[in-house]
């Protein structure tokens, strides 16, 4: 099953590490992460380098999509849901300071 994450930022790009750091550990990863952040110009190169970090550190095939939008939680839901690939058939939602325990993602989907 392909499964998608959304997750959405302002201004906060050392807890969006944070949360990404712990896909790493995922027994069942999710195909994609949509990262909808509406951060100033100085964060948003923050959050850049920090994704350009978890790809290096995952050694992955997850693939990580950085989308720009104007803030608004609702707003920037919706630029997610329409930015997942069409092959996604389970879409999780989780706010930029999530902790995510290594056996989340496998728990959900049994």
Not at 35 to 60: G, T
Request: glycine share 2%; aromatic share 8%; proline share 4%.
């Amino acid at each position: 099953m392909y499964t998608s994450v959304i997750i959405c930022t302002k201004d906060r790009p050392d807890a969006l590490f944070e949360c990404l750091v712990t896909f790493i550990y995922q027994n069942n990863k999710p195909d994609e992460i949509l990262i909808v952040d509406s951060s100033s110009e100085e964060n948003k190169k923050k959050v850049q380098n920090n994704i350009n970090k978890i790809r290096k550190i995952m050694l992955l095939n997850i693939n990580i999509k950085l989308i720009h939008s104007e803030p608004g939680l609702t707003h920037q839901r919706n630029i997610g849901i329409k930015n997942i690939n069409d092959k996604s058939e389970l879409v999780f939602f989780l706010d930029d300071d999530s902790i995510v325990l290594p056996d989340y993602f496998q728990n959900i989907l049994e």
